[in-house]
């Protein structure tokens, strides 16, 4: 990975009102085989004394449509555990 970004923070509450931080990042990287640049999204999440965090590599090679994606997970407050089924679904 070439590139990590960090673009949207958010600090919220779970149910149980344990703070959480969640961290949306844009990955960008190069494919060598293909000969072009691809984006990926990774999520970090912290509270309660743990860290999580998961990405989804090759999301699309064009910049706004990742950044429009990060700012879709981010609205909805997507967390690591869900981001692949979010993403798949949403792809």
Do not use: C, F
């Amino acid at each position: 990975m070439e590139k990590r970004k960090l673009l949207h923070e958010l600090s919220i509450q779970t149910e149980q009102k344990v703070p959480i931080s969640l961290q949306y990042y844009i990955l960008k990287g190069w494919i060598p085989e293909e000969n072009r640049i691809m984006y990926g999204i990774e999520i970090e999440m912290q509270g309660a004394g743990q860290k999580e965090s998961s990405y989804y590599l090759d999301v699309t090679s064009i910049e706004n449509r990742a950044m429009e994606i990060l700012a879709l997970l981010a609205k909805y407050t997507v967390t690591p555990v869900t981001l692949r089924d979010v993403l798949e679904d949403l792809l």
